[in-house]
């Protein structure tokens, strides 16, 4: 499908959303680009890097003459957005998100649109722990999955004009429903971030501990920078499945604590063995991907 945007409107110019601007900019496949968000000084920032064209502070009045609008603000933000913009949208627009949490963010959809089955709900699976416009960068999509979970209402045009939109940012499209979504993405994305956050701060309660932190903690705790507004949205969003994961987490931790009291090696060996081999696994069949 040869995708042309007269008029994208992207909610939330930060990293993700201003990304998706400049690589569809890229692409060549975008007319005007408006920005909308609640900062001044983001959004005339987006427009000094050539990431928007122009900003409004109010959502209906930017969405009245989009075809494609991108929601890209942190999860929890998603409900006052979607009421804010149901005022105004066109009947022939179609909107996409990029949020870590789908059950959530559908939620929302269903609750304030008029027509949800124009709602194309999206997740690219790629990041940094930078936010803002400021961090945005065209190639952040290249060759990284993006899941949409459409249910059996979503519009089969609407899909296809979203998929092509993902497909021009670089990234290579995944189907499936937003509840498996959010029980493998609380297991693969959620948990560690969680974990990194409590390793932190658990550290963080001792004295000159830091002093001596070097590149393996930098590298498990690098996601520990993430932006907190953010994460405490996609916690809150997801919060059963994350659940699980925690429990699941706890119990390999008591496990190892069991093992550790007891001095019974071949039970910590046994655990780290099978910790190595599933990732060594995972690294050689995707680690070229990430
Ligand atoms: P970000 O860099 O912090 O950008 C979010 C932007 O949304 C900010 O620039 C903020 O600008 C704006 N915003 C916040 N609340 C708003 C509201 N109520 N109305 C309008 N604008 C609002 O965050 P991000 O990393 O781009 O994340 C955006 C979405 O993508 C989130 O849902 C996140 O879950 C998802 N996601 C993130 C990653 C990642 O690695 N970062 C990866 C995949 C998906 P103002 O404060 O100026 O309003």
Same mark, same amino acid.
């Given at each position: 499908?040869?995708?042309?945007?007269?008029?994208?409107?992207?909610?939330g110019?930060g990293?993700?959303?201003?990304?998706?601007a400049l690589?569809?900019?890229?692409?060549?496949?975008?007319g005007?680009?408006?920005?909308?968000?609640?900062?001044v000084?983001?959004?005339?920032?987006a427009?000094?890097?050539?990431?928007?064209?122009?900003?409004?502070?109010?959502?209906?009045? *930017? &969405?009245?003459d989009?075809?494609?609008?991108?929601?890209a603000v942190? $999860?929890? =933000?998603?409900?006052?957005v979607f /009421? +804010?913009?149901?005022k105004?949208?066109?009947?022939?627009a179609?909107?996409?998100?990029?949020g870590?949490?789908k059950?959530?963010?559908?939620a929302?959809?269903?609750?304030?649109?008029?027509?949800?089955?124009?709602?194309?709900?999206?997740?690219?699976?790629?990041?940094?722990?930078y936010?803002g416009?400021?961090?945005?960068?065209?190639?952040?999509?290249?060759?990284?999955?993006?899941?949409?979970?459409p249910?059996?209402?979503t519009?089969v045009?609407?899909?296809?004009r979203?998929?092509?939109m993902?497909e021009?940012v670089g990234?290579?499209v995944?189907?499936?429903s937003?509840?498996?979504?959010?029980?493998?993405?609380? *297991? &693969?994305?959620?948990?560690?971030?969680l974990?990194?956050?409590?390793i $932190?701060n =658990?550290?963080g309660k001792g004295? /000159? +501990?830091?002093r001596f932190?070097?590149?393996g903690?930098?590298d498990?705790?690098?996601?520990?920078?993430?932006?907190?507004?953010?994460?405490?949205?996609?916690?809150?969003?997801n919060?059963?499945?994350?659940?699980?994961k925690?429990?699941?987490?706890?119990?390999?931790?008591?496990a190892?604590?069991?093992?550790?009291k007891?001095h019974?090696?071949?039970?910590?060996?046994?655990?780290?063995?099978?910790a190595?081999?599933a990732?060594?696994?995972?690294?050689?069949k995707?680690?070229?991907?990430?």
């Amino acid at each position: 499908m040869s995708l042309h945007i007269k008029h994208l409107v992207v909610i939330g110019i930060g990293l993700i959303g201003g990304s998706v601007a400049l690589a569809l900019r890229r692409a060549g496949c975008v007319g005007r680009i408006t920005g909308v968000g609640r900062s001044v000084e983001n959004l005339e920032e987006a427009v000094r890097l050539g990431v928007i064209d122009d900003f409004s502070h109010d959502i209906a009045t *930017a &969405v009245a003459d989009a075809d494609m609008v991108l929601l890209a603000v942190p $999860v929890a =933000a998603c409900d006052q957005v979607f /009421a +804010a913009l149901a005022k105004s949208l066109p009947d022939k627009a179609v909107v996409t998100d990029a949020g870590s949490t789908k059950q959530s963010v559908m939620a929302s959809a269903e609750k304030y649109l008029r027509d949800a089955s124009r709602f194309v709900p999206a997740h690219p699976i790629a990041g940094t722990e930078y936010s803002g416009a400021a961090a945005a960068f065209a190639e952040l999509f290249d060759d990284k999955k993006c899941i949409l979970t459409p249910n059996e209402k979503t519009d089969v045009k609407a899909l296809a004009r979203v998929q092509s939109m993902w497909e021009a940012v670089g990234s290579r499209v995944k189907i499936m429903s937003a509840a498996e979504h959010d029980d493998v993405l609380a *297991a &693969v994305s959620h948990l560690p971030h969680l974990a990194a956050f409590a390793i $932190v701060n =658990a550290v963080g309660k001792g004295d /000159a +501990a830091f002093r001596f932190a070097a590149g393996g903690f930098r590298d498990f705790t690098r996601i520990a920078s993430s932006s907190p507004e953010m994460w405490r949205d996609i916690a809150l969003c997801n919060q059963s499945a994350i659940v699980d994961k925690i429990d699941a987490l706890q119990e390999e931790l008591s496990a190892l604590r069991d093992a550790l009291k007891a001095h019974d090696g071949d039970a910590l060996l046994d655990k780290f063995t099978s910790a190595k081999q599933a990732r060594d696994i995972w690294m050689s069949k995707y680690g070229d991907k990430l």
